[in-house]
Nanobody, 122 residues
Framework: QAQLVESGGGLVQAGDSLRLSCSASGRTSSAYTMAWFRQAPGKEREFVASIRWSDGRPDYVDSVKGRFTISSDTIKNTVYLQMNNLKPEDTAVYYC???????????????WGQGTQVTVSP
């Protein structure tokens, strides 16, 4: 079992920044990819960004490229999501997750955090 705990969400205005953190503990040694997903009310869970533990390769959904940056601290087993120039459409619950393979598909992620709310006002 792996445990993931997100933090850093909040209420901000459009154009502001937030940094989300995801602290992983437990059985994390086999994790291959860490990712952030988000889910807005009435919408499906959406891939936001991922990073490979082995080489730090990042990937992003097009809507956040140039605004969000994913990074990792392998010593602390923590993944971060720096979100700049936030927009109201970024409003959602943000989840971190871990997978044993390199994938963007939420169904292939084994462990999930409880989520942290990000609300961006106009």
């Amino acid at each position: 079992q792996a445990q993931l705990v997100e933090s850093g969400g909040g209420l901000v205005q459009a154009g502001d920044s937030l940094r989300l953190s995801c602290s992983a503990s437990g059985r994390t040694s086999s994790a291959y990819t860490m990712a952030w997903f988000r889910q807005a009310p009435g919408k499906e869970r959406e891939f936001v960004a991922s990073i490979r533990w082995s080489d730090g390769r990042p990937d992003y959904v097009d809507s956040v490229k140039g605004r969000f940056t994913i990074s990792s601290d392998t010593i602390k087993n923590t993944v971060y999501l720096q979100m700049n120039n936030l927009k109201p459409e970024d409003t959602a619950v943000y989840y971190c997750a871990t997978a044993l393979v390199y994938t963007f598909l939420p169904g292939l992620y084994s462990y999930w955090g409880q989520g942290t709310q990000v609300t961006v006002s106009p």
